[in-house]
């Protein structure tokens, strides 16, 4: 299997330990982070490459002791073969990112979610295979991102969203505070009472936010950043102050600053140098502790 063939990583942290950014392969760093420790993963993976991995046969869905709840082994494997059968290119893809979000699960405490981000060309096999692998009680959100910016095609419809799919490690005890949530305005002012204007909306499972302005103060120059006002939203529903939030393809390290600036605690990883540069310059000013760190080579088990 690919991940026996990688080498073991350990990363010396625990819930006490400050903010942490690890340069390393996301796989192998948080195979060695402790279960349940994290309120909130935020997942955003590249963009479906087609990158052709070695066939990987999951006979059983398990991590450590831990069985994934809701896992419903025959018939995720089921869809996940007729998926295969449809579409080689996600099938790859989906080795991929599947053993990375059988470690979300496990990473997540009793009343985490996972938001995963994704490109309107796979969220769709990736709904049904996340209702299969976390079971369809854990779903709690298909959230639209939606924008208008660059080019528009002339022959359809211009694709101009992001879906971000919302699962819950247990339905019955997740976070989910609204009332942490900014507001936005109505959209038909006119139709609803001044205390309800003055006090703003609630904001749905449709989100109008504009992408990362090229000239604004978040801009870090790294081509896949997300809007802190995004990550805001998510970070301000899914956790509470001193919570952890772990983001594994951290890129920019929009995740970290955005929880850092509302007093939450993260772990963020990301394989790419460039990645880590950006982020030590984006949180060398930060008030909170952040260190960083190479994922270290475990020894040899004996
Ligand atoms: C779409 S970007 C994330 C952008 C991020 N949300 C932001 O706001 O800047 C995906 C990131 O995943 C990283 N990545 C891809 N595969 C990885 C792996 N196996 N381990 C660690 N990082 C990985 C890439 O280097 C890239 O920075």
Redesign the pocket.
């Known amino acids: 299997m690919i991940a026996d063939r990688m080498k073991a990583m350990t990363v010396a942290w625990t819930p006490t330990s400050p903010n942490l950014v690890v340069a390393g392969?996301?796989?192998a760093v948080v195979k060695s982070l402790p279960s349940e420790s994290f309120t909130l993963v935020y997942l955003?993976?590249?963009f479906n490459t087609g990158r052709v991995q070695r066939r990987q046969t999951t006979t059983a869905v398990r991590s450590g002791t831990a069985t994934v709840a809701g896992f419903k082994g025959q018939l995720y494997e089921r869809i996940k073969g007729d998926l295969r059968a449809y579409d080689d290119v996600f099938d790859d893809y989906w080795e991929f990112l599947e053993p990375r979000l059988i470690e979300a699960w496990r990473l997540l405490a009793d009343d985490g979610t996972l938001y995963l981000h994704l490109d309107y060309r796979e969220s769709h096999y990736a709904k049904v295979l996340l209702d299969a692998l976390f079971g369809r009680e854990s779903f709690l959100n298909e959230i639209i991102w939606a924008y208008d910016y660059g080019a528009k095609s002339k022959s359809r419809w211009p694709s101009k969203h992001d879906t971000i799919l919302v699962y819950v490690k247990n339905p019955k005890t997740y976070h989910f505070d609204s009332t942490a949530v900014d507001r936005e305005p109505y959209m038909a002012p006119g139709l609803v009472t001044a205390e309800k204007v003055a006090r703003g909306k609630l904001p749905t499972d449709v989100w109008w936010h504009t992408i990362v302005p090229t000239n604004g103060r978040e801009k870090t120059g790294?081509p896949?950043?997300?809007p802190e006002g995004i990550l805001r939203r998510i970070i301000q529903a899914s956790s509470r102050e001193g919570d952890w939030v772990l983001d594994?393809?951290?890129?920019?390290?929009?995740t970290g600053a955005v929880a850092a600036a509302l007093g939450r605690r993260f772990v963020l990883?990301?394989?790419?140098p460039e990645?880590i540069d950006v982020m030590r310059l984006r949180f060398a000013d930060h008030q909170a502790p952040v260190d960083f760190t190479d994922a270290v080579t475990a020894p040899p088990a004996s």
């Open positions: 392969d996301n796989l955003d993976p590249p790294y896949t950043q997300k594994f393809f951290a890129g920019s390290g929009t990883v990301d394989q790419n990645a």
